[in-house]
């Protein structure tokens, strides 16, 4: 069974910076991309970034200059370093993957692209 588990997430304040970590498990499990959703409450969950297996970023103008997403393929990991925090960026931040056999339409950064999902770990940033 392929599970994803995220954490790193906590409360900082405007400016700060945080660092969210997700490993993929799973027998034989090698997803083609990654990413990063956050949802934040009574809004859709948006995409923040993603990554392919050649280490290909997309990101959403909102995280453009601001986060980084980086994969450790030989982990099953990616990370997502959050820099200049800003309470817009408070939401819950899921990680989510994409299977070599999904049906599923390419899609880097909406979550209809993506199989699997982690819990999800809180980001709240304070003024």
């Known amino acids: 069974q392929v599970q994803l588990e995220e954490s790193g997430g906590g409360s900082v304040q405007a400016g700060g910076s945080l660092a969210l970590s997700c490993v993929a498990s799973g027998y034989m499990y090698r997803p083609t991309r990654m990413g990063w959703f956050r949802q934040a409450p009574g809004k859709e969950r948006e995409g923040v970034a993603s990554?392919?297996?050649?280490?290909?970023?997309t990101y959403a103008n909102s995280a453009k200059g601001r986060f980084t997403i980086s994969r450790d393929n030989a982990k099953n990991t990616i990370y997502l370093s959050l820099n200049s925090l800003q309470p817009e960026d408070t939401a819950m931040y899921y990680c989510?993957?994409?299977?070599?056999?999904?049906?599923?339409?390419?899609?880097?950064?909406?979550?209809?692209?993506?199989?699997?999902w982690g819990q999800g770990t809180q980001v709240t940033v304070s003024s």
């Open positions: 990554i392919d297996r050649s280490g290909d970023p």
């Open positions: 989510a993957s994409r299977s070599v056999t999904s049906w599923r339409p390419v899609a880097p950064l909406h979550p209809s692209g993506f199989d699997v």
